[in-house]
């Protein structure tokens, strides 16, 4: 018999957490205004807002932070990640930063400008922004498939190289700022990129003379899918996958608040000398000189350790499996979810969920709130609220897709919250005829209001 996979761990310390009971989740969900940000942690019993950041660091990573050297300048835990940093990525300069959005920020103070086109696959949201804010404009490359939410592709992530060449073709190279590619794309829902399209991106960068960068939070998930998905890589190494993907890139973006495991951190990755020495000076002035850049030493040496455990093929599969058992477990009730599942997270279809809660009365914020309600469940809406309003109009915009976004942090919780997850979205299900009124806008902040905004039951 084959045995099953398992977790390549076991729990040396544990959090209690609090199983409330409906009445307090009814009147918390409440005072929170109906939004699932507000609520204090400790009012959630299951909390799957985020993969980023709230994973669980292992006994190595703790214990390297107790020899962290804090030093200024040269600290030995700069000097540690460096080393890391090259094992893993191949990449021989880097610069610290206190978080991805960070690394992004350092990196486009240096590539983009104003008027600039910065094609790839679909860019994460902070990436988007630091592209706008520049004045700059964001292409979105994506293969065509990709929208199609229950079409099945091993690689839904990936660039179409027709249409980047196009916008490679059709402007001078310098109003190119780079390529960038998002691995897993994350925006289009944890979904990998083949390693064959990272090659033909790497080919017309070149040809192109473009910059070609990895935005790389889920490099190493995305790795076990290549290693999984991709013919001729099963008999190859998690690392050995990793080398090649950055191969062909020139530089990395990193928040190692996902694939590194660990609570706060990022890192900017470079071939080239020319291109860190300019990023170098953005660096001291947002965070912090160039040893160190808004990371205290404990925390470069936790980063290190981090890089080789999230890279280990067994660390990986048990992640990337326990995903797909919920994925798989929710599908057995029959819920509504795209597929394929991605590495980080399983995203519930609120419209076919809840089909008698019209757009406007935000039927997955309506479906989020009914997860915490019947299960302290915390998920987060990908949908109207989260979509916003139409700069020019002020018009609610209404994304063909209305998702609730359950993301599984790294190796916090067991198989068993996981049927306990599947359990509560089943009784949901059970009596989702019985729900027919969402939620309306109470107060919302001009920009970005899915954080803050109140809202009421209709
Ligand atoms: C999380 C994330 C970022 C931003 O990183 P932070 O550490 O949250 O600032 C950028 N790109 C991708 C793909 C991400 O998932």
Redesign the pocket.
Known sequence: MILPFTEPFKIKMVENIYKSTREQRESWIKEASYNLFNLKSEQVFIDLLTD??TGAMSDKQWSSMMVGDESYAGASSYYKLKDAINDITGFNYYLPTH??????NVLFSVLVKEGDLVPGNSH?D??KGHIEFRKAQAVDCTIDIAYDITAWHPFKGNVDITKLENVLKNNPADKISCIIV?ITN??GGGQPVSMENLREVGKLSKRYGVKFII????FAENAYFIKTREEGYAEKDIREIVREMFSYADGM?M????DAIVNMG?FIGFRDEELFRQASTFNIIYEGFITYGGMSGRDMNALAQGLYEGTEFDYLESRINQVACLGKKLKDYGIPILEPFGGHAIFIDAKKFLQEIPKEEFPAQTLAIELYIEGGLRGVEIGALMADRDPETRENRYPELEMVRLAIPRRVYTNNHMDYVAAVAGNVFERRNNIKRGVSIKWEAPLMRHFTVKLERK
């Not at 978080?99 to 992004?104: F, L, N, S, W």
């Not at 928040?255 to 996902?258: D, G, H, L, R």
């Open positions: 980023s950041g978080q991805g959005r960070a690394a992004e994460f902070t990436t998002t994350n925006t935005d790389s939070a889920r973006t928040s190692s608040k996902k990022g």
